[in-house]
């Protein structure tokens, strides 16, 4: 399984911006995808993640701001990122379960960074 995700870049505090990932190589073996980010000097943590009928998780710090969504025809997944601040500058990764029912990860893309000026 191979995830590509783009859209990052930077944007200034309050705005808004749209990552997307689209899956290629063994699609059918991926369960729940969803979005992780990495800030400097910080662990990787869950954003956002959704299940292959749509059930969500999303980290309390992002809840009201972002919404994750699913396009399971096109293997791709889309977070909108609104209301941004600078505590969301981070490298954001794409990543996919390959168990149902778990938000475990088992497949990693590259990230792409997202940076909120203030």
């Known amino acids: 399984v191979q995830l590509q995700a783009s859209g990052g870049g930077l944007v200034q505090a309050g705005g808004s911006m749209r990552l997307s990932c689209a899956a290629s190589?063994?699609?059918?073996?991926?369960?729940?995808m969803g979005w992780y980010r990495q800030a400097p000097g910080k662990q990787r943590e869950l954003v956002a993640a959704i299940a292959r009928r749509g059930t969500t998780n999303y980290a309390d710090s992002v809840k009201g701001r972002f919404t994750i969504s699913r396009d399971n025809a096109k293997n791709t997944i889309y977070l909108q990122m609104n209301s941004l601040k600078p505590g969301d500058t981070a490298v954001y990764y794409c990543?996919?379960?390959?168990?149902?029912?778990?938000?475990?990860?088992?497949?990693w893309g590259k990230g792409t960074l997202v940076t909120v000026s203030s």
């Open positions: 190589g063994s699609i059918f073996s991926i369960n729940a």
């Open positions: 990543s996919a379960a390959k168990y149902a029912g778990t938000w475990d990860m088992d497949y």
